[in-house]
Structure formats: C-alpha cells, structure tokens
C-alpha cells in the first residue's frame, strides 16, 4: 500500500520525465529545421564555388588527358618478319603433333609486343580436301586451321605480293583473301585486280597515319589486271607514283619489296633500283624478302632499307643460311628512333626460335655488316 509521500514522488517523477521528454523532441525538432535551412544555404552560397571546382576537375582531366598524349609520345614499335610458309613439311609437322600455332609458339610473344607485326605470306589459305605438299613441290597450299599461329603471334599485316601467292590459281586467291579477312587479318600486294592489289592499308596509330604498300618482281600472269585477280608488281614508275600520293595526304610510307636472286647475302640492282626510287619519292623504310637468306642493311638518304630478312617460317633445313633469318624490331618517334634486328633460327622443318647464342648472333649480324648487339641507330 503506497504512502501519501511516495505517491507524490511518483508524481514528481512523471511530471519531470514528461517535461524532459517534451525538452528532447523540441531540441531535435530545432536541430533538424536548423540543418535544412543551413543546407539550403551552403548550398546557395557554394553553387559559384562548386562551379569553380568543377571547373578545376575538368582542367585536370583535360590536363591528364593531355599528359596521356604526351606519354603517347613514345616509340611506337614495328616488327618485321620474313618469309613464312605454311604448306610442305611445315604442315606435316602441324599435324604430326596437332597443333597449328606450332610454328610461332617459341616467338609468338616477341611478335606480340610490337604495335604492329608485319610479314610476308608465302602460302595461300585455301579450302581443300587434302593439304599434302611433297618435298620438292613449289605449288603452296595452306591449311585455314594454321592462321591460329598468325593470330597468336599477333600478326596485323601480311603481304601477298611474291612468287608463290598464285599457286592455287586465282580462285585459290580469292579464297586466300576472304579467309584472312575472317581472321581480321590485313593484306597488301595483291588484290581481285588490277587496281585493288595496288591498293594500301594504313594503321593509325597515336594519331600517326603508317601506310604500307607491297611489291614483287615477276612479271607473268600472276600480275593482277583490270579483270583478273594478281599481284602487284614492281612497276617503279607506278610505286613512285603511289608513294608520292601517300605522303602528300600526311602518311608515312613503308614499302615492301619481293625480290633479289636467291641464296646470296648482297642485294641485285633490281632490289637496289626499286629500294633507292622508293626512298627517293618519300617512302621512310623498304622491306624485303624472297631471297631466303638475310642480306645487307643499307641506310640510304638516312632512311632503312632492308634487302631481305631472310626465311621466318620455313622448312628449308639444308643450308645454316636458309635456317638463319631475321627479325627487324623498328622504334618510330617522328623518324626512326633505332632499328633492332634480332637474329632467328629455325629447327625442326619450321619452328623458329630467337637465338641466345652470342657468337651465333655475332656472326649472322656480321656477316650482313652489322655490329655485334644488332642495333642500328638512325640520324634524324
């Protein structure tokens, strides 16, 4: 039973709570209207503020943008490969161990490190029954499942225009064309005519514009005509021509040339012709291939021509020299920075490899007049 005292405590206590209670949601209700109208005005009075850092944010990512650009502003990296082919005992290896990236596998890497990868193709794709080549037969023919050893190696860009692009016809090269270009793999030299094998391919790259043409020396009927699909051949009249148009529309040119006499280290005045009319209309580098050995590098009104990288992919085993090839890694930064011409050697009728050997290396790069660490710097 309560006392007359402890209910009026209870009272008290009731009251008192009720009191604070009241106290506490006023306070909160006082907090919450203050914090709406504070925003309100930071708000009002940041809005300049807040355009002006927006406008320093924006500053800031045009400024890392422009720092972009200029860490753009490096060597941009070329490859270049020699002759590879595909058909012969090439093919038999790839289907003696299952595996059609098996030629490129052991260079595959280096290939891929490069802005662009450039070779020369000397065995058409086509869609057959039967892709045996005997030893002996120059009448190429590729299997399609070998372009996985182009697309892991990263090759961009093949040339077509040498003396075995026509040897399953002409509608084995239309085939040729329509399998690559699945693979999104480019092509230059050859075409479904006339004008079409003339034709370039340009890659920009860090806003630079590279356009590459290609060239061979036969001058039969694989030739391209105005109705019939071919190559293009070394007309220099005609190469000067496309060049000079070229480098007027703001492209840097870089040719590729199929020719020379086979199994010799020293370019033929042919090669030495067509290379020197090419530099001379404003083409920055010359490429070139066929003779199945690396030849000489010259470096003709300070620009590179290199006469022939000798074999890539081929199962030439019989001699060193037509194991030996090369593999020219090209830095450009307004101009050639340097060359680095790396020696390669091929075993096993077709898998090449990138030579460690230091007196091996020494004594290819010497034998084409180059310095023992491969390196040919070029005066701007």
């Known amino acids: 039973m309560f006392t007359p005292v402890s209910l009026r405590g209870i009272i008290k206590r009731e009251f008192l709570l009720k009191k604070m209670t009241k106290k506490i949601f006023e306070t909160i209700i006082i907090i919450l209207i203050s914090s709406v109208l504070i925003f309100g005005l930071v708000k009002i009075v940041a809005a300049p503020l807040n355009e002006f850092v927006g406008y320093l944010r924006f500053e800031k990512i045009e400024q890392n943008n422009t720092s972009l650009a200029v860490s753009k502003d490096r060597s941009i990296e070329f490859i270049f490969g020699g002759d590879v082919m595909l058909s012969r005992q090439v093919n038999s290896r790839m289907v003696k161990y299952e595996d059609y990236t098996w030629p490129f596998i052991k260079i595959a890497d280096f290939l891929r490190s490069a802005d662009l990868s450039i070779i020369n193709l000397e065995s058409p794709f086509v869609l057959a029954n039967d892709y045996f080549v005997p030893t002996g037969s120059f009448m190429f023919k590729a299997d399609p499942k070998a372009l996985e050893g182009l697309v892991l190696a990263g090759i961009d860009l093949v040339s077509l225009a040498n003396n075995h692009t026509l040897n399953q016809g002409r509608k084995g090269l239309n085939e040729n064309f329509e399998i690559l270009k699945e693979k999104g793999i480019k092509y230059i030299g050859a075409g ?105 590098i010259e470096i003709y009104q300070d620009k590179p021509i290199i006469y022939s990288l000798g074999n890539l992919v081929f199962d030439q085993m019989w001699s060193l020299e037509t194991r030996q090839g090369l593999l020219a890694k090209m830095f450009w930064r307004d101009g050639w920075d340097k060359i680095e011409i790396v020696p390669i050697k091929i075993y096993d009728y077709g898998q090449p490899e990138i030579i460690s050997d230091e007196e091996e290396r020494g004594k290819i790069l010497e034998r084409i007049g180059l310095p023992k660490n491969g390196v040919i710097k070029i005066d701007k």
């Open 192 to 296: 479904r005519d006339d004008f079409e094998a003339y034709q370039t391919e340009v890659f920009e790259i860090d806003n630079k514009k590279f356009a590459f043409l290609a060239y061979a020396y036969p001058n039969d009927n694989s030739v391209a005509k105005e109705d019939s699909a071919g190559i293009a051949t070394m007309d220099i009249d005609r190469m000067v021509k496309d060049v000079s148009r070229l480098k007027e529309e703001g492209n840097i040119v870089i040719v590729n040339m199929h020719a020379g006499i086979e199994y010799v280290t020293e370019p033929n005045w042919q090669q030495e012709d067509f290379a020197h009319a090419a530099i001379e209309a404003g083409a920055e580098a010359v490429i070139g291939h066929h003779p199945h050995w690396p030849q000489i």
